[in-house]
């Protein structure tokens, strides 16, 4: 069986003030549905996070369903796909079950979905497991059942679930529930797995590694497609893998190579992958020079630019948006010092605050400390000193 997998659209999301709407529409209207005509998948399968928030901008909807359409009635390619955790679950699964029927398969709960496809060698179980807080699966998940003291009466109590890993445990026998015995299986879920490499961008599940979950609740699954981490990258020997997100969604991902991954599952359910690599509109870099030297090119790409220059960040930004309309951050940055210049002298640190500060700018900068700023170092000092 061959599918495409795909997560984390983030569509309706903005990229330092910018819509990054028209990049969206570039990728997903070209590349994306280019790949899925030259590939003919049995299946494309969206890991979650669809959308960027809960309530998407309506142009943000209207592409997804122009996409889906395309993809569904013009290329006859069925879509599994699942909330992520910035998706509304309940907005994004309305009308799921009857979309079912026309070859749009949407997991509506944590508890799953399962659906039969077929290929040469037989039937495939593809099950959709949207994303779910442990609060969450406490709710849906059987309330667990004890025996009153004394009577032996069966009293229902609710769930407690810890963290996603416990959560994965008690939702992973029911997920295998869902398949006919002996199929091949595949699972589409939306989670940080242990081991996982992360960027910047992606919104935490939780703190203090409690989000984490164990590859190892993922057994019996042939392959696990799973959406989060924007970073493609395969664990547990290829057999799960995050496709990663087809945009750069902040500097942490500035020249990372974006894909498609194309699985190919044989008769025994062993898995081959191949990323089908994505060429943004606009790509995300990092620029750093001086001021006259960044003047003097021009870009359209996202830019998170690095000046040299200790010039006030305003009066920079302003000339320099001229030149880089898609401007996502600016910051002023030191040049790389020779060592012989990182330590202050020793006749430095046995001056006094102000002459120490004086001595550190003149370090850093390479210049003295100008004379306007002297009053306000020494005040700062001064109410420093005060107990």
Known sequence: ?????????????????????????????????????????????????????AV???????????????????????????????????????GARLLAGGGLHIADSPLGR?????????????????????????????????????????????????????????????????????????????AFVAGGSETESERGLSVGGTGQISAARFAGFHYVALGHLHRPQSLAEGRLRYAGSPLAYSTSEANQQKSVTLVELDAQGGVTTQELPLTPLHPLRILRGDLATLLAATSQDYL?????????????????????????????????????ATALPAAARAASPLQQFEAFHQAMRGAPLPPEARPVVTAALTSAEQP
């Not at 795909?6 to 997903?28: I, N, V």
């Open 56 to 94: 998407p901008p309506a142009d943000a909807v209207e592409l997804l369903d122009d996409i889906l359409h395309r993809l569904i009635v013009g290329l006859r390619t069925p879509v599994v796909l699942i909330p992520g955790n910035h998706d509304d679950a309940r907005r994004l699964a309305f």
């Open 304 to 340: 998170a630019l690095e000046l040299t220059d200790p010039l006030p960040i305003a009066e920079a930004q302003r000339r320099l948006a001229q030149n880089y309309p898609r401007i996502i951050g600016l910051r002023w940055v030191a040049e790389a010092l020779p060592s012989t």
């Open 114 to 190: 399962a659906w039969t496809f077929h290929d040469a060698h037989g039937p495939v179980s593809i099950v959709a497991s949207g994303y779910a807080s442990p609060l969450l699966l406490a709710q849906k998940l059987p309330a667990e059942h004890h025996a009153t003291p004394g009577t032996g009466a069966d009293q229902p109590s609710p769930r407690v679930v810890a963290d996603h890993d416990q959560g994965m445990a008690l939702l992973a026998p029911l997920l295998h529930a869902l398949c006919t015995p002996n199929q091949r299986r595949v699972l589409v879920a939306h």
């Open 1 to 53: 069986m061959r599918l495409l997998h795909t997560a984390d659209w983030h569509l309706g999301r903005t990229l330092g003030g910018h819509s990054l709407h028209q990049d969206q529409e570039f990728l997903f209207a070209g590349q994306f549905l280019e790949m899925v005509r030259d590939t003919k998948p049995d299946a494309v399968l969206i890991a979650g996070d669809i959308f960027d928030r």
